[in-house]
């Protein structure tokens, strides 16, 4: 049984900067066997993140949502990467209102043939800071720098990374929407993105490859400048032997943000892959203050720590 844990900005341009920055991300290699691991920058990562929150909220039908769904989707054509975009009409948990929910999918081909791997990060934010110790900011939408813009932050810069040096075997990033829009105690009203994708995984046009990947890997609040990521239950229940991989990687590399120590079990964008059995691990760190509260800005959130969770992934996709 599924549960989800208690509970559980200005608009700007995007800057001619940012945009180059971003298409010259990542160390030019020849793929293959003998292909030299790419580098992640967390300050580049980190400059990524703060974009995001410039866009104001990413609500779900809002302008900041769609205006970052528009530019994953017109980096990966610049990249020539194929990025596809499905969606579908849900009623809000918290409002009872109808509301567009998007999820964009961008796949990087590999260069030799093998199970793909599955990375994901949801890139809406919440429409309300209900746990913010101020009752008056409680109605606010979250800024969502950790809780959202972290883990977008780490798969664009490896979808930067990527499309410069192609991995050995494909790569699918998923973005998912409608992740953080539920009630409290209503585990099924949250990642209403991802349970929507995996429910149509085999559908004809679908937007994932009907192949069963290597494992997927999601990312959620993992920018939190005093990181910590335990092995979550739900994955380490579920997904015992790709949870045990990617956490001896992570052991491998010397990174400390990474424990081996057993976390509480968090509903999250996973879940829907765990239950249509695909090995899904969520790399979350829970124990973060400005949760759900008008603290979760990009002053809270650290290139360091994207930089350890970008250099784990890359080892994962450049070393199969």
């Known amino acids: 049984m599924f549960s989800r844990r208690a509970g559980l900005a200005c608009r700007a341009k995007l800057w001619p900067w940012l945009m180059a920055m971003a298409l010259g991300a990542g160390v030019p290699a020849a793929a293959g066997p003998t292909a030299r691991i790419p580098g992640f920058s967390g300050a580049e990562a980190m400059a990524l993140l703060r974009y995001q929150c410039d866009l104001g909220p990413r609500i779900p039908g809002s302008p ?33 209102k109808a509301m567009p929910v998007c999820n964009v999918v961008i796949t990087i ?46 798969l664009w810069q490896i979808m930067n990374i990527a499309a410069d040096t192609r991995p050995p075997r494909d790569v699918v990033l998923m973005f998912f929407d409608g992740e953080d829009s539920g009630r409290s105690g209503d585990p099924e009203g ?10 149509h995984w085999r559908d004809f046009g679908s937007l994932l490859p009907a192949e069963r990947p290597r ?21 380490l229940a579920h997904a015992p032997d790709w949870t045990a991989e990617v956490f001896g990687r992570a052991a491998v590399l010397g990174l400390p ?46 290139p360091a720590s994207l930089e350890q969770v970008g250099r784990l992934l890359v080892d994962l996709i450049y070393n199969p």
């Open 64 to 96: 900041g949502n769609r205006a970052l769904q528009d530019t994953l989707l017109a980096q990966a054509e610049q990249l020539g990467l194929e990025g596809r975009r499905g969606c579908f009409q849900a009623v809000s948990p918290l409002t009872g």
């Open 109 to 154: 081909g590999g260069v030799e043939e093998g199970p793909a791997l599955w990375l994901g990060a949801h890139f809406d934010t919440r429409p309300i800071c209900d746990h913010d110790p101020d009752p008056e900011r409680r109605s606010l939408p979250l800024p969502g720098a950790n809780d959202g813009a972290s883990g977008v932050a780490v």
């Open 190 to 199: 949250f990642c209403l993105g991802s349970a929507h994708l995996v429910e």
């Open 215 to 235: 494992g997927m890997i999601l990312l959620d609040m993992v920018g939190d400048a005093d990181l910590g990521i335990p092995q979550e239950g739900y994955s």
């Open 257 to 302: 943000a990474f424990t081996q120590a057993r976390g509480g079990a968090v509903y999250d964008d996973h879940i829907p892959f765990l239950r249509a059995g695909i090995p899904a691990v969520d790399l979350i760190d829970f124990d973060y203050p400005a949760w759900h509260t008008s603290a979760d800005v990009p002053a809270a959130c650290s």
